[in-house]
């Protein structure tokens, strides 16, 4: 052991500077943790950063000092909330991090009560926020936090608005006094939920269910706590009067659970230290599947007397401890961010980590959500990330430590095209996501494309069910879409279990699917929002697939009409046809892959006969206007509209092809361009003689 002198000579004890910085770092965490609201650290990191800060005070005790954080238990009361004095102080429990020290816990107890097994209550730690509710009368007149143990935050009102906690006592047999202690918690599905709210109002998400309970129980203003989904278990009590006292643990939760206090069902009595491992072996494997995140189990002894017998040390009991289980957040690098496409295109940020132990599983990737979870958190490439592995969701990174940042991080850029395929990235306004636009012909898509395009409602392939399009993809005969109707019988017929009956029907099945409408072949494609409704609609209004095309691929936003939020207006004019469907239908249609695969179908004989409505309306085919200037009463897009539907091109520019120039007012070079080229010129008036028939 090192000795101080009581001179300073000037150097300085390597432990000695450690334990400034520990206690300096540990004293700030606190504060974000307990003040703000706002941990920047896991639990296991503060935990390390603690047990390290203990080990050097257990080798120096003459450096302990009254104010060190290893002096007391927990934080202290914030501004807001008034402080409360506990009857009895609220207890914190030592931990035990392996099985070696928990058959220390159960040894060490064996030896002061001279017994051979002893009996446990066994509990599941709940990883939430520590209260202590108090009943006169049977009646719930106030809760308090833990605080430091001694003091707590008066969060009365707050825990009022939690369903599941009685304001009233059940049952005539009701104490005096009772100080019910336990944990509220959020439970992971509630915290989904709430994280999805509080995003979509453009608010920040909370990291996990603990520091989401936490935060919402110090709202200062309790109607907001109404709005949180906060859960309790009650796990121990303080004063108690008025009642006969418990003679075991057990038989007091089974007295709070009947005044209608909520006890963990997973809550059991075990003998001796070998049945403590197998419940804490039992818990740990059912820890994913539990709606509410556990950091543990805890084991106390259940008789009272003997309790009484082992007594304290500084505020734990020494007879109880809880056996910790891996923690679910970690912390580690930031490789790299990988864009994963999904089924139905969108892109999916996937973190490259330094790989770490996460829950109990070693993990190197996790999802980073969206673009905008990416902004909101602030994470870069070479950053310190919190991961986090909890239930069976995939891990995620929650925040990251700035103060870590190295001087090289970068920030994430998203890919501007498809990392799979090559097509172009859009992301349409209004949408978190970012999304290949090549539905056709990316083979991540692949299957879904295929799918969506053989179902009932779209080309209608009969026996083209999902089973066989992973097969037709496993074996590489379906590439793109127009594949399906090259594939022959001999392919089909090797397929596993796939008699030759069976690919002779397909076969049929895609050959009569070969004849369609248009409505359906625009629903078959997939484009992202068009549904059925929306693609009879397209099919009506622009009449043949070319007019749609050149529609969405002319339709290019110009600078000025982002500005006017005027956006694709041929395609807005369509029946039903928004903003969103407009960039939707635009970023498929000027994908040139897609459009390739579209030439394929056509060309290995997909057809379909004009819409009914069209047919034999469409006088102006085969003539090309241009529209320039401002026409009186009717825009310039109802106009182009207008002679789409009687089957007239119309074209940006002025060309010797044609057919007229439509000049309104103000008409500039175009105008000029017509009159040298000796191109007709129509006004507002002979327009509407063009149009008059079908209008
Ligand atoms: N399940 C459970 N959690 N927990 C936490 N029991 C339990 N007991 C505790 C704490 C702090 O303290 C006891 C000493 C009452």
Same mark, same amino acid.
């Given at each position: 052991m090192q000795q101080t002198s009581l001179f300073d000579t000037g150097e300085r004890d390597v432990s000695r500077e450690r334990l400034d910085a520990l206690r300096e770092a540990i004293r700030e965490h606190d504060y974000r943790y307990y003040v703000l609201d706002a941990p920047s650290i896991p639990d296991a990191e503060y935990d390390r950063l603690m047990r390290e800060l203990r080990q050097i005070e257990s080798e120096h005790p003459q450096w302990i000092q009254p104010d060190s954080p290893s002096q007391r238990v927990g934080g202290s009361p914030r501004e807001g909330f008034v402080a409360v004095r506990h009857a009895r102080p609220m207890l914190s429990l030592n931990n035990? =991090?392996? %099985?070696? %020290? /928990?058959?220390?816990? #159960?040894?060490?107890? +064996?030896?002061a009560l001279g017994e051979n097994a002893l009996a446990y209550h066994a509990e599941a730690k709940i990883d939430g926020l520590a209260i202590s509710l108090r009943y006169e009368n049977g009646v719930l007149v106030r809760a308090a936090t833990r605080g430091d143990g001694e003091r707590g935050e008066d969060v009365t009102a707050n825990v009022r608005t939690i369903a599941c906690i009685p304001l009233r006592l059940m049952s005539t047999d009701r104490p005096a006094v009772l100080d019910v202690r336990g944990e509220i918690y959020m439970?992971?599905?509630?915290?989904?939920?709430?994280?999805? +709210? /509080?995003?979509?109002?453009? %608010?920040?998400?909370?990291?996990?269910?603990?520091?989401?309970?936490?935060?919402?129980?110090?709202?200062? #203003?309790?109607?907001?706590?109404?709005? +949180?989904?906060?859960?309790?278990?009650?796990?121990?009590?303080?004063?108690?009067?008025?009642?006969?006292?418990?003679?075991?643990?057990?038989? =007091?939760?089974?007295?709070?659970?009947?005044?209608?206090?909520?006890?963990?069902?997973?809550?059991?009595?075990?003998y001796g230290i070998d049945e403590a491992r197998a419940y804490a072996a039992r818990l740990l494997a059912a820890r994913d599947s539990l709606d509410y995140d556990i950091d543990g189990a805890v084991f106390k002894l259940d008789r009272i007397a003997d309790q009484e017998q082992l007594g304290f040390v500084a505020r734990a009991p020494r007879w109880a401890v809880a056996f910790k289980f891996p923690p679910e957040e970690e912390l580690t690098e930031l490789l790299d961010v990988d864009w994963q496409v999904g089924r139905t295109g969108a892109l999916t940020p996937v973190a490259r980590l330094a790989p770490v132990h996460v829950g109990g599983v070693m993990v190197s990737n996790a999802t980073l959500h969206n673009l905008d979870m990416i902004h909101q958190k602030d994470v870069w490439i070479g950053d310190t990330v919190i991961v986090r592995r909890a239930g069976d969701v995939i891990p995620e990174i929650v925040g990251r430590l700035i103060e870590r940042r190295p001087a090289g991080a970068r920030a994430i850029v998203p890919p501007r095209i498809c990392p799979v395929c090559g097509s172009h990235v859009e992301q349409v306004d209004g949408e978190v996501a970012l999304r290949c636009t090549g539905g056709l012909y990316c083979p991540a898509q692949r299957r879904e494309a295929i799918r969506h395009f053989a179902s009932r409602r779209a080309m209608d392939i009969d026996g083209l069910g999902e089973k066989i399009i992973i097969q037709l993809d496993e074996a590489g005969l379906v590439k793109r879409l127009d594949d399906l109707y090259r594939l022959r019988l001999e392919d089909v017929a090797a397929l596993e279990r796939m008699a030759e009956k069976s690919a002779q029907n397909l076969l049929d099945a895609l050959e009569k699917s070969k004849t369609t409408t248009l409505a359906r072949f625009l629903f078959a494609l997939g484009i992202p929002e068009v549904g059925e409704t929306t693609a009879q609609g397209l099919a009506r209004h622009f009449g043949s697939l070319d007019a749609l095309r050149d529609a969405a691929c002319a339709d290019l936003p110009t600078a000025e009409a982002e500005r006017k939020k005027d956006r694709f207006p041929r395609l807005q004019a369509a029946p039903d046809v928004g903003l969103t469907i407009a960039a939707h239908i635009a970023g498929f249609f000027t994908e040139a892959h897609n459009r390739e695969v579209i030439e394929g179908l056509l060309a290995v004989g997909v057809h379909w006969e004009a819409p009914s409505s069209a047919v034999g309306e469409q006088p102006l085919a085969g003539r090309t206007y241009v529209i320039t200037g401002t026409l009186e009463g009717m825009t310039r897009e109802e106009a182009r509209a207008a002679l789409e539907a009687l089957g007239a091109k119309v074209s940006d520019s002025v060309s010797k092809k044609t057919t007229a120039l439509i000049a309104g007012e103000a008409a500039g070079s175009k105008l000029a361009r017509a009159q040298a080229l000796g191109v007709p010129v129509l006004d507002a008036m002979g327009l509407a003689e063009l149009i008059a028939p079908s209008r």
């Open positions: 035990a =991090m392996d %099985e070696a %020290e /928990l058959a220390d816990f #159960d040894r060490r107890a +064996r030896e439970p992971r599905r509630g915290l989904r939920e709430l994280n999805e +709210r /509080l995003l979509a109002a453009g %608010e920040k998400p909370f990291a996990n269910p603990r520091n989401a309970a936490a935060g919402s129980l110090r709202q200062l #203003d309790p109607r907001i706590t109404a709005t +949180r989904p906060l859960s309790f278990f009650a796990y121990g009590w303080g004063e108690l009067d008025g009642t006969s006292a418990p003679k075991t643990h057990s038989e =007091m939760l089974a007295r709070l659970r009947a005044w209608g206090l909520p006890v963990n069902p997973l809550n059991a009595l075990v």
